[in-house]
């Protein structure tokens, strides 16, 4: 079960910090991901994080303005945003794949668990 929480209203050029917590199968093998979806847009990964070694991917959207990271010990995986724009609003998915590989562009279709998705939104 993924479960994430933290998204709201914020300005744009503010920073956001949404997390998810992770229950039940075990993480040893698997990626988190943050998966978005804009209205009326396809979805998004825009980062990803194995959970053993922490190997990372984020796509060129978010590239130096996001940062994913997790902690094992309470199971939850956290997308730090900042400098947020309002091209950035949209529903934030958590999920989870296994087998996926992170040097690779990874595909939203790899992930098989996925949370309810929590409302980021960035006012002009």
């Known amino acids: 079960q993924l479960v994430e929480s933290g998204g709201r209203l914020v300005q744009a050029g503010g920073s956001l910090r949404i997390s998810c917590a992770a229950s039940?199968?075990?993480?040893?093998?698997?990626?988190l991901g943050w998966i978005r979806q804009a209205q009326g847009k396809d979805r998004e990964i825009i980062a990803s994080?194995?959970?053993?070694?922490?190997?990372?991917y984020y796509a060129d959207s978010v590239k130096g303005r996001f940062t994913i990271s997790k902690d094992t010990a309470t199971n939850t995986v956290s997308l730090q945003m900042n400098g947020l724009k309002p091209e950035d609003t949209a529903i934030y998915y958590c999920?989870?794949?296994?087998?996926?590989?992170?040097?690779?562009?990874?595909?939203?279709?790899?992930?098989?668990?996925w949370g309810q998705g929590t409302q980021v939104t960035v006012s002009s």
């Open positions: 999920a989870a794949g296994y087998g996926i590989i992170i040097s690779s562009m990874p595909s939203v279709s790899q992930y098989n668990y």
């Open positions: 994080i194995r959970w053993s070694g922490g190997a990372t």
């Open positions: 039940g199968r075990s993480l040893r093998n698997a990626a």
